[in-house]
């Protein structure tokens, strides 16, 4: 590979650093309104508490994207094309339902093992939340660790030490959630920081960790009732777990259990055959070229 001007150099430290800000100020953002603004307007109108809380999270959704497509124009001097519309609809949908089948999949080894069990119909009164709640987390962390800080470690030092780092950073966002260990951090950083990472570095589409990552915390929240990171949830099927924390995840949730680690290695396994059989889904190679282009015409 030819060594990179001092000029190259530069333009690359730049826009990794423009990446980076933009990454900080947007979980500032979200922690913020989170910690500070909603807990303040719940206390002031506590009759629609629920409804601040959810847009709360819609806010922090909509504001978080807007955000990586300002920080990448003015960054990177393009558009956000991993934000494109153009086969956002596929991406998502694909994702939510891989989502949803890896934690499907999870439970059934629970039972299976004797290490869970689903309860009744619990009904629907808390999904709707759940689902919001879902959204907004899954939108919030995918634009900071997969659309800032994830593109940005790829600019200077290539995808392997983006998909490491960023995988790395995630796990360790969680670490100090209720109820997490020293185990429950690897596994996240593992199952979920890999696994999202991987998926972003698969499809150029943002659309996609964002449809994975929603589909397994609604299906682990919003469905069966189980902690998410260590926060409790109301389900429709309420699952039930008992056992060691090594089958279960402990009080962090099933997420940090050894089952999780091991459906989610097993998808991560399959990205990474992809990726290394430089196969390129429908629609990326376009977006590929159009960077390229770009990257032509004179600043």
């Given amino acids: ?21 933009t990454g900080v100020l947007i979980f500032a953002f979200g922690v913020g309104v989170e910690a500070f603004a909603y807990p303040r307007l719940a206390r ?20 978080s994207l807007a955000g990586l497509r300002l920080g990448v124009r003015l960054a990177e001097r393009r558009r956000a094309d991993e934000l494109s519309g153009a086969g956002a609809t596929r991406w998502a949908l694909g994702g ?9 999949l999870v439970v059934g080894v ?26 907004g987390a899954a939108v919030w962390e995918e634009v900071v660790f997969r659309g800032a800080l994830y593109q940005a470690i790829e600019r200077l030092a290539g995808r392997g ?7 790395a950073l995630f796990g360790l966002l969680h670490a100090f959630n209720r109820g997490a260990t020293v185990t429950s951090t690897l596994a996240i950083a593992v199952e979920a920081g890999l696994l999202l990472a991987l998926a972003f ?11 994975l990552h929603l589909g397994w915390n609604f299906c682990e929240g919003g469905v069966f009732g189980a902690a998410v990171s260590g926060g ?11 056992g060691p924390a090594l089958l279960t995840g402990g009080a962090f949730g099933p997420e940090a259990s050894l089952i999780a680690m091991l ?3 097993a998808v991560s396994t399959l990205l990474v055959v992809g990726l290394s059989r430089g196969f390129r889904p429908p629609g990326t190679e376009a977006v590929t070229t159009s960077r390229r282009e770009r990257g032509r015409r004179p600043a």
């Fill in 232 to 242: 409790a949830a109301q389900g429709v099927f309420p699952i039930t777990l008992h």
């Fill in 96 to 104: 939510l339902a891989i989502g949803l089948g890896m934690f499907c």
């Fill in 161 to 167: 030490a983006a998909v490491l780092i960023s995988a």
């Fill in 1 to 21: 590979m030819p060594a990179l001007s001092s000029r190259s150099l530069r333009k690359r430290l730049a826009a990794a650093g423009g990446l980076v800000l």
């Fill in 201 to 211: 570095a698969y499809a150029r589409s943002l659309w996609f960790p964002i449809g």
């Fill in 263 to 265: 459906v989610s290695l």
């Fill in 44 to 63: 002031l109108f506590p009759a629609v508490r629920q409804e601040l809380q959810a847009a709360a999270f819609i806010v922090v959704a909509i504001v």
């Fill in 110 to 135: 629970l039972i299976v093992t004797g290490a869970g069990q689903v309860g009744g119909y619990a009904g629907l009164a808390a999904a709707p939340m759940m689902f919001v709640s879902s959204v």
